[in-house]
């Protein structure tokens, strides 16, 4: 984790929000219901609740990579526009439907199941992302080959809390962030 002062705020690549009781970086979400709440970035597990504040308030800011979540950042991306990511859900009908899944065995047994028909899906959270990427050495020399497959590979294997998160996923993320890089800044301790 890097604790960088905001003395020079304007010149360092630093989030607009965050946290209020631990000075990290903020995700801000909305619903479809157009509601905006805000989370801490990466893994997300903390042992407070999320009370976010401008950073302007803030006298440092903490930082951890944005990929990895884990090794201190040396590097910040910007990309050209705010990246926006929504994740949806199956519904599922009140309506049920019964489907075969096996035709039998040698004892002449069939399988069948009763579920709920699957419904339109629907927009569960939306994530916009406005602001700079902090990056590890390691995390950074993987963005800017623009290798999404050993990124995730990294991350999977540097974080614990985040091996569960689907490759899936996390390739959804990446490969938007990779598309719209601008530049990246050095990030230094003021």
Known sequence: MRIVPINNAEELPLPD???????????RRRSSAGEISWKHGGSGDRDH??????????E?????????????????????????LSIQSPNLSEELETQQISRGSKHGRRTIV??????DATDLIETVDAQPWAACAECAELVELRD???????????????ATESTKRLKTFYQPFM????????????
Request: charged letters at 30%; aromatic letters at 4%; glycine letters at 2%.
């Open 17 to 27: 929000v965050v946290c209020r009781t631990c000075t990290e970086p903020l995700v």
């Open 49 to 58: 609740e999320v009370e976010p504040m401008p950073r302007s308030e803030a």
């Open 148 to 162: 999404v497959n050993r990124l995730v590979t990294r991350v999977h294997r540097t974080n614990p809390r985040l």
């Open 179 to 190: 598309r719209s890089i601008a530049h990246r800044t050095e990030i230094t301790s003021g």
């Open 114 to 119: 009763k579920r709920h028909k699957e419904a």
């Open 60 to 84: 440092s800011v903490k930082l951890t990579c944005d990929f990895c979540c884990v090794n201190e950042p040396v590097w910040s991306y910007r990309t050209k526009e705010p990246l926006t």
